[in-house]
């Protein structure tokens, strides 16, 4: 069976696809940027890659037409853009006019419980799409979720953030609300199992856990769980733009995510039925067993995707490929040499690890410092650490940096920044052998936007260069 999987980028899809995989399918990936998915090499026969822009129908001409079935995962939560009702709109649209192509049997799409009575703009907007794909005349099943608990969700984390960060939390009334909170496993559970599956066709299913709970009791039972005593106070007087900047330096989201949550927490998102029980019977996660998973995949460091890695909430072009080529003219640059006599592989493998815990090897107060102030204004900072501590894939998110190469057979990493800077910054790591040891090459490349560019260049530069020659002498020191 060949199935189409869009948002195969994403938090969701990128468990998806190797699940689909391992029970058979031929699977079709939909993608803007084939830079940022990384395919197994035992899956390479059983994947094909196919580049297109839902945004722009003209590049979804040569799709497959033998697609026997389709999963709409694209959401936009941490989109930037104003109308992003009106461009998921336009991409569902789109999609219903390309997939109508094909032989298509089944189109499974995920959205979210929008049973209140006044829903968010997201939920909207998802709510809007749903209706979009279920009048097209092909055969769908909507699954609708609440809160995803797993290692690398978005809730998962915020929450995780605010326990581990917070003794007291003073809380808005959003807390209140009451949810129904489901693992990711289970999420992928019912989207593998209604696959083809005619039960479950023209249906529209809400999916929860067994208990249903306000995001106050959520927090406390984290808590609990991390052997950690928290205080809550909630008071009434948080407005929702106050509550995203409380969300914003406490946890790793940022501003735009952070503005759509507490819009869409005010919402209850309890499930209204659970008739998916009658054709996949399933006994999903409680939430203590789904945040110990969660944990236990930490700790293996077997976490296959995270919501930080995104691009929706990005300013950079989601095809990343016109930033591989760093530029020579009018650039600034900052260019560290260190010979050493120890093991390549060693250095290779402490650059494989820079950031996130890890830190970045010298001077780590400063970096905080740099990224404390790229959350004053606006940037994401340190906060979003990185998915995996071992290893690093192009595409990822790493700090407040974006990988675009990880070549760790030719030594070689390049980070584009994507901290607030008044131009383009570039940072890039290589490591070659020389003389039975090896030479390191750090290269920070600068792209001035006008004058304010060049002076905060300039005004710099001291701390730069401290910076960056003792990180380069850190990364070629052989190890203790």
């Given at each position: 069976?060949?199935?189409?999987?869009?948002?195969?980028?994403?938090?969701?899809?990128?468990?998806?696809?190797?699940?689909?995989?391992?029970?058979?399918?031929?699977?079709?990936?939909?993608?803007?940027?084939?830079?940022?998915?990384?395919?197994p090499?035992?899956?390479?026969?059983?994947?094909?890659?196919?580049?297109?822009?839902?945004?722009?129908?003209?590049?979804?001409?040569?799709?497959?037409?033998?697609?026997?079935?389709?999963?709409?995962?694209?959401?936009?939560?941490?989109?930037?853009?104003?109308?992003?009702?009106?461009?998921?709109?336009?991409?569902?649209?789109?999609?219903v006019?390309?997939?109508k192509?094909?032989?298509?049997?089944?189109?499974?799409?995920?959205?979210?419980?929008?049973?209140?009575?006044?829903?968010?703009?997201?939920?909207?907007?998802?709510?809007?799409?749903e209706?979009?794909?279920?009048?097209?005349?092909?055969?769908?099943?909507?699954?609708?979720?609440?809160?995803?608990?797993?290692?690398?969700?978005?809730?998962?984390?915020?929450?995780?953030?605010?326990?581990?960060?917070?003794?007291?939390m003073?809380?808005?009334?959003?807390?209140?609300?009451?949810?129904q909170?489901?693992?990711?496993?289970?999420?992928?559970y019912y989207?593998?199992?209604?696959?083809?599956?005619?039960?479950?066709?023209?249906?529209?299913?809400?999916?929860?856990?067994?208990?249903?709970m306000?995001?106050?009791?959520?927090?406390?039972?984290?808590?609990?769980?991390?052997?950690?005593?928290?205080?809550?106070?909630?008071?009434?007087?948080?407005?929702?733009?106050?509550?995203?900047?409380?969300?914003?330096?406490?946890?790793?989201?940022?501003?735009?995510?952070?503005?759509?949550?507490?819009?869409?927490?005010?919402?209850?998102?309890?499930?209204?039925?659970?008739?998916?029980?009658?054709?996949?019977?399933?006994?999903?996660?409680?939430?203590?067993?789904?945040?110990?998973?969660?944990?236990?995949?930490?700790?293996?460091?077997?976490?296959?995707?995270?919501?930080?890695?995104?691009?929706?909430?990005?300013d950079?072009?989601?095809?990343?490929?016109?930033?591989?080529?760093?530029p020579?003219h009018?650039?600034?640059?900052d260019?560290?040499?260190?010979?050493?006599?120890?093991s390549?592989?060693?250095?290779?493998?402490?650059?494989w690890?820079i950031?996130?815990?890890?830190?970045?090897?010298?001077?780590?107060?400063?970096?905080?410092?740099r990224?404390?102030?790229?959350?004053?204004?606006?940037?994401?900072?340190?906060?979003r650490?990185?998915?995996?501590?071992?290893?690093?894939?192009?595409?990822?998110?790493?700090?407040?940096?974006?990988?675009?190469?990880?070549?760790?057979?030719?030594?070689?990493?390049?980070?584009?920044?994507?901290?607030?800077v008044?131009?383009?910054?570039?940072?890039?790591?290589?490591?070659?052998?020389?003389?039975?040891?090896?030479?390191?090459?750090?290269?920070?490349?600068?792209?001035?936007r006008?004058?304010?560019?060049?002076?905060?260049?300039?005004?710099?530069?001291?701390?730069?260069?401290?910076?960056?020659?003792?990180?380069?002498r850190?990364?070629?020191?052989?190890?203790?």
């Open positions: 069976m060949k199935v189409l999987l869009t948002g195969a980028n994403g938090y969701i899809g990128k468990r998806l696809l190797p699940l689909l995989v391992r029970q058979g399918h031929k699977v079709v990936t939909l993608v803007r940027s084939p830079y940022r998915l990384t395919i090499d035992e899956f390479q026969e059983q994947v094909e890659i196919y580049v297109g822009d839902l945004l722009k129908p003209e590049t979804l001409k040569d799709l497959p037409k033998d697609i026997d079935a389709a999963y709409y995962l694209v959401h936009s939560m941490a989109r930037k853009e104003k109308d992003f009702a009106k461009q998921e709109q336009r991409c569902a649209q789109n999609f006019e390309m997939i192509q094909t032989k298509i049997k089944q189109i499974v799409y995920l959205g979210g419980i929008a049973n209140a009575e006044k829903l968010s703009s997201h939920l909207k907007s998802r709510k809007n799409v209706d979009i794909l279920i009048e097209c005349e092909i055969p769908c099943t909507i699954l609708r979720a609440g809160i995803i608990f797993g290692a690398g969700s978005a809730s998962f984390e915020i929450i995780r953030d605010l326990v581990e960060k917070l003794p007291i003073v809380a808005p009334r959003w807390v209140a609300t009451q949810s909170p489901i693992a990711i496993v289970d999420v992928l989207l593998s199992h209604v696959l083809l599956n005619e039960k479950c066709f023209n249906q529209t299913f809400d999916i929860g856990g067994p208990e249903t306000s995001y106050k009791e959520m927090l406390y039972r984290f808590a609990k769980l991390r052997r950690l005593k928290r205080y809550i106070i909630q008071v009434p007087v948080l407005t929702p733009k106050l509550s995203s900047y409380w969300l914003i330096f406490v946890t790793s989201t940022n501003f735009y995510l952070a503005q759509a949550l507490v819009d869409s927490l005010k919402c209850e998102a309890v499930c209204s039925e659970n008739r998916i029980q009658n054709i996949l019977p399933h006994k999903s996660l409680t939430f203590d067993e789904a945040v110990k998973l969660a944990f236990s995949k930490i700790e293996q460091n077997d976490v296959l995707s995270s919501w930080k890695d995104a691009m929706s909430g990005s950079l072009d989601p095809n990343l490929s016109r930033y591989f080529e760093i020579k009018g650039c600034l640059s260019q560290e040499k260190v010979s050493f006599s120890g390549v592989e060693d250095v290779v493998e402490k650059i690890k950031g996130g815990k890890t830190g970045w090897y010298y001077m780590d107060w400063a970096w905080k410092i990224g404390f102030i790229d959350i004053l204004f606006g940037g994401v900072g340190l906060r650490g990185r998915t995996d501590s071992n290893n690093i894939h192009r595409g990822d998110s790493l700090d407040f940096w974006r990988v675009l190469v990880a070549d760790r057979h030719q030594g070689r990493l390049l980070l584009y920044a994507e901290m607030k008044p131009g383009e910054a570039w940072l890039e790591f290589n490591v070659d052998h020389e003389n039975g040891g090896g030479i390191l090459t750090q290269t920070a490349t600068f792209r001035p006008g004058i304010l560019g060049r002076l905060y260049w300039y005004i710099l530069l001291p701390f730069h260069k401290l910076i960056f020659t003792g990180m380069a850190q990364l070629a020191r052989p190890r203790s």
